[in-house]
C-alpha cells in the first residue's frame, strides 16, 4: 500500500511555477497534520510549509508569499502550488505528516529544478 505518493515536479524557469500534488493514506494520515519538506544536495531536509487547518498554514520564511498549501480532504491530496520560483527552490520535494511519524517511510518525492 503506497502511503505517500508526490508528483507535479519538473524544470520550470526562474520566476515561473509549478503545483505538486501528494496523494496520501487516509487511513494511516487521518488524524495528521501534513507538510511539504525538500531536500537540496548536500543540505538537510527542511520543512517548507505546514497546514494543521483551513486558517492555520505555516512557511518557511524562504517560501513565504511565493508557496501556497492546501488540502483536499475528500481526494486525500495534498498541494503546494510554487509561484516565483527561483534556483534555490532546486531539491526534490516531499510530503509528510507533522511532526513525522516514526512508523511512516517517505515517498519517492519529486525532482523540482529551477534554471534557465
Known amino acids: 500500500q503506497v502511503q505517500l505518493a508526490e508528483s507535479g515536479g519538473g524544470l520550470a524557469r526562474p520566476g515561473g511555477s509549478l503545483t505538486l500534488s501528494c496523494v496520501y493514506s487516509r487511513i494511516i494520515f487521518r488524524f495528521n497534520n501534513m507538510a511539504w519538506y525538500r531536500q537540496a544536495p548536500g543540505k538537510q531536509r527542511e520543512v517548507v510549509a505546514g497546514i494543521f487547518s483551513e486558517s492555520s498554514l505555516t512557511y518557511a520564511d524562504s517560501v513565504k508569499g511565493r508557496f501556497t498549501i492546501s488540502r483536499d480532504v475528500a481526494k486525500n491530496t495534498l498541494y503546494l502550488q510554487m509561484n516565483s520560483l527561483k534556483p534555490e527552490d532546486t531539491a526534490v520535494y516531499y510530503c509528510?505528516?507533522?511532526?513525522?511519524?516514526?512508523?511512516?517511510?517517505w515517498g519517492q518525492g519529486t525532482q523540482v529544478t529551477v534554471a534557465s
Open positions: 509528510n505528516s507533522v511532526p513525522l511519524r516514526p512508523d511512516v517511510s
